[in-house]
T-cell receptor
Framework: NAGVTQTPKFRVLKTGQSMTLLCAQDMNHEYMYWYRQDPGMGLRLIHY???????AKGEVPDGYNVSRLKKQNFLLGLESAAPSQTSVYFC????????????FGPGTRLTVL | GNSVTQMEGPVTLSEEAFLTINCTYTATGYPSLFWYVQYPGEGLQLLLKATKADDKGSNKGFEATYRKETTSFHLEKGSVQVSDSAVYFC???????????????FGKGTHLIIQP
C-alpha cells in the first residue's frame, strides 16, 4: 500500500515550457486535490475532483489544468509555465469530503526560470 | 469566505516545556477542524481533528478542542520533545448544504523548534 505518490519529485522548467505532474493513490479514494505551498502562505487549493471524470476549481486555478480520467490518478498540467508558478506542489486524497482525513503525497518541487 | 489564522513562528521552546499554538477561524457554516504536521522534507500528515463543536481531538500527546463560541481550535501539548520539531498547520473544511465539499483552507503554518 503506497498511499499517495507524486511524479516527479523535482523539476526545473524554463518560462513558457509545459509539463504534467502525476498523482496516484491506491486507497480507492473518491476525492483528490492539488495544492501549492509557498513560503509564508500555507497551502492553497488549485483544483480538486470529487470522483472519476470530475474536476473543479479551487482558490488559485489560473494557469493550471487538471484531468481525472481514472479514479486513482489526478494530473496537474501547466501549459505555459511562469516564474510565479515556482512552488512545492502537493497532491492529496480522501474517501469522503469535509469531515474526512486527507492523505498527502511527498510533494513536487518545481522551479520555473 | 473561509479563513484560518494561526500564530506565526518560529516558536522555540525547550524540551519538556508546555506548548500552545493558537488557531482561530472564520467560516460561514459548521466546519470540521484539523491540525496537520509537516516534518522536514515530507508531505503533511494528520495530527488530529474535530468535526463538531466541543469535540476534542487528541493524538501523540497533542490536544485541541473545537470552541464554536470563540471560533478557535488551539493546539496544546503538556511536554514537548525534540522530535516534535516541525511545521504545524491548522485547517478547516466545510460541507455544503447540498452535500459535497471542496478542499481544506489552511493557516500559514507555525514552525516549532524544540531545543534539548
Amino acid at each position: 500500500n503506497a498511499g499517495v505518490t507524486q511524479t516527479p519529485k523535482f523539476r526545473v522548467l524554463k518560462t513558457g515550457q509545459s509539463m504534467t505532474l502525476l498523482c496516484a493513490q491506491d486507497m480507492n479514494h473518491e476525492y483528490m486535490y492539488w495544492y501549492r505551498q509557498d513560503p509564508g502562505m500555507g497551502l492553497r487549493l488549485i483544483h480538486y475532483s470529487v470522483g472519476e471524470g470530475t474536476t473543479a476549481k479551487g482558490e488559485v486555478p489560473d494557469g493550471y489544468n487538471v484531468s481525472r480520467l481514472k479514479k486513482q490518478n489526478f494530473l496537474l498540467g501547466l501549459e505555459s509555465a511562469a516564474p510565479s508558478q515556482t512552488s512545492v506542489y502537493f497532491c492529496a486524497s480522501s474517501y469522503f469530503g469535509a469531515t474526512d482525513t486527507q492523505y498527502f503525497g511527498p510533494g513536487t518541487r518545481l522551479t520555473v526560470l | 469566505g473561509n479563513s484560518v489564522t494561526q500564530m506565526e513562528g518560529p516558536v522555540t521552546l525547550s524540551e519538556e516545556a508546555f506548548l500552545t499554538i493558537n488557531c482561530t477561524y472564520t467560516a460561514t457554516g459548521y466546519p470540521s477542524l484539523f491540525w496537520y504536521v509537516q516534518y522536514p522534507g515530507e508531505g503533511l500528515q494528520l495530527l488530529l481533528k474535530a468535526t463538531k463543536a466541543d469535540d476534542k481531538g487528541s493524538n501523540k500527546g497533542f490536544e485541541a478542542t473545537y470552541r464554536k463560541e470563540t471560533t478557535s481550535f488551539h493546539l496544546e501539548k503538556g511536554s514537548v520533545q525534540v522530535s516534535d520539531s516541525a511545521v504545524y498547520f491548522c485547517a478547516l473544511s466545510e460541507e455544503y448544504s447540498g452535500g459535497g465539499a471542496d478542499g481544506l483552507t489552511f493557516g500559514k503554518g507555525t514552525h516549532l523548534i524544540i531545543q534539548p
